[in-house]
């Protein structure tokens, strides 16, 4: 059903997307760093909560691009109207609930996660946690368009429009933050700015290509989005009950003092950067697996679903030798102190090393078996191994044995292995079969 030329055309931009939007945390993270450690750990402990929002409409977006993509495969162009159009109603409106939720606990929701952190840490979060709830819509309705050119195959379009968003990104951090001294606000407005204008572009393009058919009807349409939430909802409890788990770690690793939440940050950002094969090649996998399923091309579904892992592995040992090598320029960008800088390359260096042999496995196999509609066991794996080895794993080690934020880096990691081994074992054994083809049946 593919070609390695429509691969090609399919994941290629996907990595460069990916790259792109790694870079708009990055950009907003060095371009502050002028502003001191404080408002770096500020913008960092805003990310990890906004990750959890953002993620849950993000999964319902996932739901969606599954459906559309195994219509698309069945050729039922009908069907991929009304799946598309129900797609940008759930996801916009869970948005508007999270944005308001978000405006109206601000100070509430910080305090309840990260107690009694340093008076000027808390000042900080509080600004770019507000730009970040003004921002959820606007995320929303770009992840809705994106997740449908992807689905068609066409994931050169949300990558042209990822870069657009990057440009202005980046002019807005170097006008508010350097021109106009705003410091942690002039970073939040210029993501706030860079994701409206996203929103837009990508609805202009939806109405003016045609590569996606849109219902003009308004309104629920029960049995396609029931159809999504079946893909959504788990994927939805996974991403926010991970999330979670990320939140209350960061909330051990504030523990630790500034020296340990920064490093962590700048780990997490320059680590990103090996992490993008992965992703855009698991997004890759869904259209793909869910065309192949939607066709009832099952044995075409496994083959692209091995080969495209092949690839993801390639590029994370490529990234992470990088990584590894450039190291220490890359830190010179963040301008850390001396203790925060030894403490970041020990983190990396084990982070870009379980990567390579880990994060493929345990990230971009499950997007084939989710976009088969084995939903269920991807769910109860990911939150399982979440809690039993990222949480109680890491407090035992990190607290119990003293290891700090090493401790978190090592639960970190063999949650990646448990979850790895879960799931190709599932693939391996055959089970994930019995759930191809239950979305497109009446």
């Known amino acids: 059903m593919f070609t390695n030329k429509q691969l090609r055309r399919l994941v290629i931009p996907l990595v460069l997307e990916q790259l792109l939007s790694v870079t708009i945390g990055m950009a907003d993270t060095m ?3 002028s502003c001191g ?70 100070r509430q929701i910080l305090s309840a996660i990260y107690g009694d952190i340093d008076a ?34 066409n994931s050169k379009v949300s990558m042209q429009v990822s870069l657009f968003s990057n440009i202005v990104n980046v002019a807005g951090n170097a006008l508010l933050i350097y021109g106009l001294s705003m410091g942690v606000s002039g970073a939040a407005l210029s993501t706030l700015i860079s994701r409206v204008l996203s929103a837009a572009v990508i609805c202009l393009m939806l109405i003016r290509r045609g590569d996606v058919p849109i219902s003009r009807k308004i309104g629920l349409d029960r049995p396609i989005l029931h159809k999504i939430l ?64 939607g066709a009832g091309q099952y044995r075409q579904a496994r083959q692209y679903m091995f080969k495209l892992l092949r690839i993801a592995y390639l590029f994370v040992i490529l990234i992470g030798i990088g990584l590894l090598v450039f190291r220490n320029p890359i830190f010179g960008l963040y301008q850390l102190s001396e203790e925060t800088t030894r403490l970041t390359g020990q983190l990396l260096c084990y982070h870009c090393i379980c990567c390579m042999l880990m994060h493929p ?14 939903v269920r ?36 990691t063999a949650d990646w292995l448990v979850r790895g081994i879960f799931f190709m074992t599932r693939v391996l054994t055959g089970k994930w079969e019995k759930y191809m083809g239950v979305l497109t049946k009446e």
């Not at 979060?125 to 068609?152: D, E, H, K, T």
């Open 31 to 33: 371009m502050v760093a």
């Open 37 to 106: 450690e404080a408002a770096v750990s500020g913008i960092s402990l805003v990310d990890i909560l906004s990750v959890l929002l953002i993620g849950l409409f993000g999964a319902m977006a996932s739901g969606g691009a599954v459906t559309v993509a195994q219509y698309i495969g069945k050729g039922d162009r009908e069907k991929v109207a009304r799946a598309s159009n129900q797609l940008f109603l759930s996801v916009v409106a869970l948005a508007m609930v999270f944005m308001a939720v978000a405006l109206i606990g601000n």
């Open 120 to 153: 000027e840490v808390m000042r900080n979060a509080r600004i770019y946690f507000y730009f970040n709830a003004v921002s959820f819509p606007f995320l929303g309705i770009y992840n809705s368009g994106a997740a449908l050119f992807r689905a068609v195959g």
């Open 230 to 293: 079946y893909i959504g909802i788990p994927s939805g409890l996974e991403s926010s009950i991970f999330q979670v788990g990320k939140i209350l770690l960061s909330s051990l690793t504030a523990s630790f003092g500034t020296a340990a939440i920064t490093a962590n940050a700048v780990t997490g950002n320059v680590g990103n950067f090996q992490l993008i094969p992965a992703g855009a090649i698991g997004t890759a996998i869904v259209t793909v697996v869910g065309q192949c399923v």
């Open 361 to 374: 496995l345990a990230f971009a196999l499950p997007n084939g078996l989710r976009a088969a509609g084995d």
């Open 377 to 412: 066991f991807t769910m109860i794996v990911a939150i399982g191994s979440m809690w039993v080895c990222r949480i109680g794993l890491a407090y035992i080690l990190a607290k119990g044995m003293n290891l700090g934020i090493f401790g978190v880096y090592i639960a970190m």
